[in-house]
């Protein structure tokens, strides 16, 4: 049994302790953010960013962050410029951006980045003494923050589906309610051209181009989110390689197999490429390798846009959880072998639009709009999280009297008004609302100008909860 004075038997808990050489010089963590388009992405990281370098500066905005709030801290820096094989998240100018008079939000990122951060901290407990005695007392922890659109997310599903299977599964979305009235060209268009028809490049290029656009449509004007393929509303660096020139096509429960030569043949050949040369190589690539995740979720936009937004976000969810499930059979483990995600949090954001009081609701109603509540129960509630968060809090909570009643609001500035106003937004409900429940909007909420920001890393950036998401993803590697 191992004995070092005063520090008693070692022999069992040094095969659990991190490589103390490691942990001096400097370990490394990858934290992925993701989510939907309008999510808060591209806020998130910069806030976080800005937060992390403030944080020995001003501790109070960071109180949650256990390594901040027990001033183990030592200084947290970004990490300098390196042959990375990713774009670098542009953190500078989203600042400079956000700290201009008057003040705005920076461009969404729509391709994959990264950003390092390097946190020197005291460790606490036993590992802290070791390090006291071997190296002065500090570590070091590598965070390198990785961002890349959830819209990939949707295209796991794929890999298990034929191209007969998926249009099968597509076709009848595009047939009801908001989407049939935005398909219409699109669904002509396939319907003078069957799957049996002789093999045309400027047929499927045309179909192609039709989808596409029919896509990018629904999300940019109707807020609808389950959008697949993903790389066809993100596609990154993607040129527009002629694999991609695919679509969905009418293709009946009795098929299975296309003529040769035929429109469907060559649309089956270009969605197997797909998946094989884009979809698999994402999880391959660089999936496997980010062991905390973050997934950035709008449940209030989606409240906004109305029932079928609102649905459409149900799927997407849905379909993003895929890429979170483990076992033996599924396809995920298929393609990323033993690698599994350590942690993963569901974030509601936009927390700041509604009033304290209200915040819990957004979380169970994320919670109750997919299948979170099964995924908690399968990660023994130790690696899956939900939370409420505003990555940047532009409202303070205030309160109102409507109709004789003292009621909560927030207080901000809409984006181009020239005061701050008080808002009500209406009641977050904590389930799915009943059909017969849409009549009216859930809430009316406006775009807020972001606060007064410092784009030097001394004041940070007011936030709800970022402390917090932070501690939970990564805590565990500063103690």
């Given at each position: 049994?191992l004995?070092?004075?005063?520090?008693?038997?070692?022999?069992?808990?040094?095969?659990e302790?991190?490589d103390?050489?490691?942990l001096a010089?400097?370990?490394?963590?990858?934290?992925?953010?993701t989510?939907?388009?309008?999510?808060?992405?591209?806020?998130?990281i910069?806030?976080?960013?800005?937060?992390l370098l403030?944080?020995?500066?001003?501790?109070?905005r960071?109180?949650?962050?256990?390594?901040?709030?027990?001033g183990?801290?030592?200084?947290?820096r970004?990490?300098?410029?390196?042959?990375?094989?990713?774009p670098?998240?542009?953190?500078?100018?989203?600042?400079e951006?956000?700290?201009k008079?008057?003040?705005?939000w920076?461009?969404?990122?729509?391709?994959i980045s990264?950003?390092?951060?390097d946190?020197?901290?005291?460790?606490t407990?036993?590992?802290g003494?070791?390090l006291?005695r071997?190296?002065?007392?500090a570590a070091?922890?590598?965070?390198?923050?990785?961002?890349?659109?959830?819209?990939?997310?949707?295209?796991?599903?794929l890999m298990?589906?034929?191209?007969?299977?998926w249009s099968r599964?597509?076709l009848?979305?595009?047939?009801r309610?908001?989407?049939?009235?935005?398909?219409?060209?699109?669904?002509?268009f396939?319907?003078?051209?069957?799957?049996?028809?002789t093999?045309?490049?400027?047929v499927?290029?045309?179909?192609?181009?039709?989808?596409?656009?029919?896509l990018?449509?629904?999300?940019?004007?109707h807020?609808?989110?389950?959008?697949?393929?993903g790389?066809f509303?993100?596609?990154?660096?993607?040129?527009?390689?002629p694999?991609?020139?695919?679509?969905?096509?009418?293709?009946?429960e009795?098929?299975?197999?296309f003529a040769?030569?035929?429109?469907?043949?060559l649309?089956?050949q270009?969605f197997?490429v797909?998946?094989?040369?884009?979809?698999a190589?994402f999880y391959?690539?660089?999936?496997?390798?980010?062991g905390?995740?973050?997934v950035?979720v709008d449940?209030?936009g989606a409240?906004?846009a109305?029932?079928?937004?609102?649905?459409?976000?149900?799927?997407?969810?849905?379909?993003?959880?895929?890429?979170f499930?483990?076992?033996?059979?599924?396809?995920?483990s298929k393609?990323?072998?033993s690698?599994?995600?350590?942690?993963?949090?569901?974030?509601?954001?936009?927390?700041?639009?509604i009033?304290?009081?209200?915040?819990?609701?957004?979380?169970a109603?994320?919670r109750?709009?997919?299948?979170?509540?099964?995924?908690?129960?399968?990660?023994?509630?130790?690696n899956?999280d939900?939370?409420?968060?505003?990555?940047?809090a532009?409202?303070?909570?205030?309160?109102?009297?409507?109709d004789?009643?003292?009621?909560?609001?927030v207080?901000?500035?809409p984006v181009?008004?020239?005061?701050q106003a008080?808002?009500?937004?209406?009641?977050?409900?904590?389930?799915?609302?009943?059909p017969?429940?849409w009549?009216?909007?859930?809430?009316?909420?406006?775009?807020?100008?972001?606060?007064?920001?410092?784009?030097?890393p001394?004041?940070?950036?007011p936030h709800?909860n970022?402390?917090?998401?932070?501690?939970?993803l990564?805590?565990?590697?500063l103690?």
């Amino acid at each position: 049994m191992l004995k070092i004075p005063g520090l008693g038997d070692l022999g069992d808990w040094l095969g659990e302790v991190p490589d103390l050489t490691e942990l001096a010089r400097g370990s490394t963590v990858w934290l992925a953010v993701t989510g939907l388009s309008r999510a808060g992405k591209t806020v998130f990281i910069t806030s976080l960013v800005h937060n992390l370098l403030s944080a020995l500066h001003n501790p109070n905005r960071m109180p949650l962050l256990k390594v901040v709030g027990d001033g183990r801290l030592i200084a947290a820096r970004l990490e300098g410029a390196k042959a990375h094989l990713l774009p670098r998240f542009p953190y500078a100018d989203n600042i400079e951006t956000m700290a201009k008079t008057p003040a705005g939000w920076p461009q969404a990122t729509a391709d994959i980045s990264e950003i390092g951060v390097d946190i020197r901290f005291v460790p606490t407990g036993l590992i802290g003494e070791l390090l006291g005695r071997l190296s002065g007392g500090a570590a070091t922890l590598k965070l390198r923050i990785v961002d890349y659109p959830g819209e990939w997310l949707l295209d796991l599903p794929l890999m298990s589906q034929s191209y007969a299977e998926w249009s099968r599964s597509m076709l009848p979305l595009w047939r009801r309610g908001l989407r049939a009235e935005i398909a219409q060209d699109f669904l002509q268009f396939i319907g003078d051209h069957p799957h049996n028809e002789t093999s045309s490049e400027a047929v499927a290029k045309q179909a192609h181009d039709l989808y596409r656009a029919l896509l990018v449509t629904a999300r940019d004007s109707h807020g609808l989110s389950y959008l697949q393929p993903g790389r066809f509303v993100r596609p990154g660096t993607l040129s527009d390689a002629p694999y991609l020139w695919f679509a969905p096509l009418d293709v009946a429960e009795s098929v299975d197999r296309f003529a040769a030569g035929s429109l469907g043949a060559l649309m089956e050949q270009r969605f197997e490429v797909y998946k094989k040369e884009v979809v698999a190589k994402f999880y391959q690539d660089y999936f496997r390798n980010y062991g905390r995740q973050i997934v950035l979720v709008d449940v209030l936009g989606a409240l906004l846009a109305g029932r079928e937004a609102f649905e459409d976000a149900r799927l997407a969810t849905e379909a993003i959880l895929q890429s979170f499930r483990y076992g033996q059979h599924s396809m995920l483990s298929k393609l990323i072998g033993s690698a599994r995600i350590e942690k993963v949090l569901f974030a509601a954001t936009k927390a700041d639009h509604i009033p304290d009081r209200q915040r819990e609701h957004l979380s169970a109603l994320m919670r109750n709009m997919a299948a979170l509540p099964a995924m908690q129960a399968r990660g023994g509630g130790g690696n899956i999280d939900i939370m409420p968060l505003a990555s940047v809090a532009s409202t303070v909570d205030g309160t109102q009297e409507i109709d004789g009643k003292r009621v909560d609001v927030v207080i901000g500035r809409p984006v181009g008004a020239g005061k701050q106003a008080k808002f009500f937004g209406g009641e977050v409900p904590i389930r799915p609302p009943r059909p017969d429940a849409w009549g009216a909007p859930f809430l009316d909420i406006p775009v807020f100008e972001p606060p007064l920001i410092d784009p030097a890393p001394v004041d940070g950036i007011p936030h709800i909860n970022l402390d917090l998401a932070l501690d939970y993803l990564i805590g565990d590697r500063l103690r």
